[in-house]
């Protein structure tokens, strides 16, 4: 009796431990996987490391080039475009080059761009400028939507200030002719030149 007890105390014990060293067997391929997992993933980070900061350098190398053929103007690079397009066209095709259309911020900034738009496009031309109230009348914001910091509206004509042209001139231009860049609103469909800019990081 007390050695069949004993026996199946033994086997009991062979079993547990059996169960014991097949179980580290079958976690270790796992745990090879979940390694394999990591390195994987440490892999794929690194190489989105990479392309973020290879696209960081193409973006840094087309900003140079804008700035060689536009004008930098206080930290932002400005590229004349003077093809005639609607406000639409023009917006879209700076957002295609990664810029956005020239926004002046400052009297300064609207005074330099105004002599880059002389030489550029033509002493009596008007620009786009990425000023519109299509969303609020009367609200004039920048391709953000954020309220207009900075405002240069023509008012040499006391009957009739800028902006006047009520729901049916909802986009902003900067005059070249205008001897201080004064701005007024015109239709979004006629064609003008723009002002292309981009922000230096």
């Known amino acids: 009796m007390e050695l069949r007890g004993v026996c199946l105390l033994l086997g009991a014990l062979l079993l547990v431990n059996c169960s014991l060293q097949q179980t580290p067997s079958r976690k270790k391929p796992v745990k090879k996987d979940a390694t394999k997992d990591h390195a994987i993933e440490e892999l794929q980070k690194q190489i989105n490391d990479i392309v973020d900061e290879l696209n960081l350098l193409k973006e840094r190398q087309a900003l140079q080039t804008v700035c060689l053929k536009g004008v930098k103007i206080h930290g932002k690079c400005f590229l004349a475009d003077p093809v005639r397009k609607h406000y639409h066209t023009a917006s879209e095709d700076c957002n295609a080059l990664g810029g956005v259309l020239s926004t002046p911020t400052s009297s300064d900034e609207n005074d330099q761009l105004r002599d880059y ?26 391709q953000t939507g954020s309220g207009a910091t900075y405002k240069n509206w023509d008012a040499s004509d006391a009957r009739s200030p800028q902006p006047d042209g009520g729901k049916s001139q909802n986009c902003a231009t900067l005059s070249a ?25």
Do not use: H, Y
Not at 120 to 131: E, F, M
Not at 183 to 194: F, L, T
């Open 117 to 142: 738009v002389r030489q550029s496009v033509g002493p009596d031309d008007q620009i786009w400028l990425g000023v519109n109230d299509m969303a609020t009348e009367g609200t004039w914001v920048d």
């Open 177 to 201: 002719a205008s001897r201080s860049g004064k701005w007024s609103d015109e239709n979004c469909r006629d064609e003008k030149a723009s002002v292309c800019q981009f922000n230096i990081v």
